[in-house]
Structure formats: C-alpha cells, structure tokens
T-cell receptor
C-alpha cells in the first residue's frame, strides 16, 4: 500500500506570494491533518480535514487554509507569505474513524514539503 | 504554549547500548501518547503508543513507560543500532469530545548512535 504522498518536495517563494501544497493520503484513509515543523517551534498542528470538512483547527492565522476533495486528497494554501512561514509542512493521514479513540486512528506522515520564503 | 517537552535535546550513545529518551507532559487529562521517529529528510514515523490506563508497553526493541504521578513518559530502545539515529518526538492527545482531538508534539530529542 502506498504511503502518504506530498508534492512538491521543495518550494521557494518570495514574501507576499501565495502557495498551495498537496497531500494524497493512504488509500482508504479519510482524515488528513497538516502540521508545520520549524526548528524553533517544533511540530505544530494546523488543521484536520475529514470527509471534505475541517474537523479540527490549530492556532494559526487565517492566511493558512485548506480543503479536502471527495477522493480524500487535501491541499493547503498559505496566502501573503511571510519570512516566518519558511518551514517543513507535513501531512498525515489516518482512517479517521468517527467516534473511535485516537489509538485506532494512528497518523501516518508524508515526507513533507520544504517551503522557503525569501 | 507547549504542554509536552523533552528533558534532553540531544543524546549520544554507543552502538549496542540501551537508550532512554524522556518526555514530560503537563496536562493530566491527556489520555494517549505516541512516540514518533523522524529521520533526516523524512516525515515522522510511528514507533509505539500507550494509553493512560497503562504504565508500560513493549514493542520490538522499544519500551514505553508512563508515569502519570509525575507526568513523565520515556522511550527505551534496547541494543541501539546506527539506524536508530534520528529525532524522536513524543506526542500527547487531549480529548476534546467526539472524534475531535489534537496531537501536541514535544520539540524532539536527537539521538546519535556511534559505531
């Protein structure tokens, strides 16, 4: 079974631009979560999508948004990029079983997209 | 702020030794914990998990210990190998009703295994 696929692997943008990152979850997984990883802040939760709906959200500004398609693939968008947005953006998928404990919804991560904002 | 933290940012061990990576958490309501391993250039990889109703769980060469009294978690790796060199993260789950949950990650410990 193929793992979580994130594209592109690397991106270079300039301040003020916007960017869209893509994530294809493991086949059969319906939940996709996004995380930002930086040396200073570590892994921080952005949001989670399940069945095309945002189910959970972290503490990031509205410039960070996402969506999920009917095939469970997800995109994340960052508008008006700032230098501080430079990070590794990770996507994780899980079965997302409704009402089931997280222990039955282990998250599997992709390799990430490395975003550099100049 | 972060409710999950790590005591040691780096750990260097000799091949064959046992490794212990520690993690503190601050929220007594956390009911589930996971250890992830992240190798250079890769995403975090699930290692082992433990629920708060347990105090120990063993996997292949790894053991996780949970001490709820002092809100402390540790990952023990037996007979550490060069392939174990990576950053290790602990993560805690705070239940928020229904299927809503959010994993909070610690900042990670870099484990270096010397041959």
């Amino acid at each position: 079974k193929a793992g979580v696929t994130q594209t592109p692997r690397y991106l270079i943008k300039t301040r003020g631009q916007q960017v869209t990152l893509s994530c294809s979850p493991i086949s059969g997984h319906r939940s996709v979560s996004w995380y930002q990883q930086t040396p200073g802040q570590g892994l921080q939760f952005l949001f989670e999508y399940f069945s095309e709906t945002q189910r959970n959200k972290g503490n990031f500004p509205g410039r960070f948004s996402g969506r999920q398609f009917s095939n469970s693939r997800s995109e994340m968008n960052v508008s008006t990029l700032e230098l501080g947005d430079s990070a590794l953006y990770l996507c994780a998928s899980s079965s997302g079983l409704a009402g089931a404990h997280l222990a039955k919804n282990i998250q599997y991560f992709g390799a990430g997209t490395r975003l550099s904002v100049l | 702020g972060e409710s999950v933290g790590l005591h040691l940012p780096t750990l260097s061990v000799q091949e064959g030794d046992n490794s212990i990576i520690n993690c503190a958490y601050s929220n007594s309501a956390s009911d589930y914990f996971i250890w992830y391993k992240q190798e250079s250039g890769k995403g975090p990889q699930f290692i082992i998990d433990i629920r708060s109703n347990m105090d120990k769980r063993q996997g292949q060469r790894v053991t996780v210990l949970l001490n709820k009294t002092v809100k402390h978690l540790s990952l023990q790796i037996a007979a550490t190998q060069p392939g174990d060199s990576a950053v290790y993260f602990c993560a805690e789950n705070l239940p928020s009703g229904g299927s809503n949950y959010k994993l909070t990650f610690g900042k990670g410990t870099l484990l270096t295994v010397n041959p």
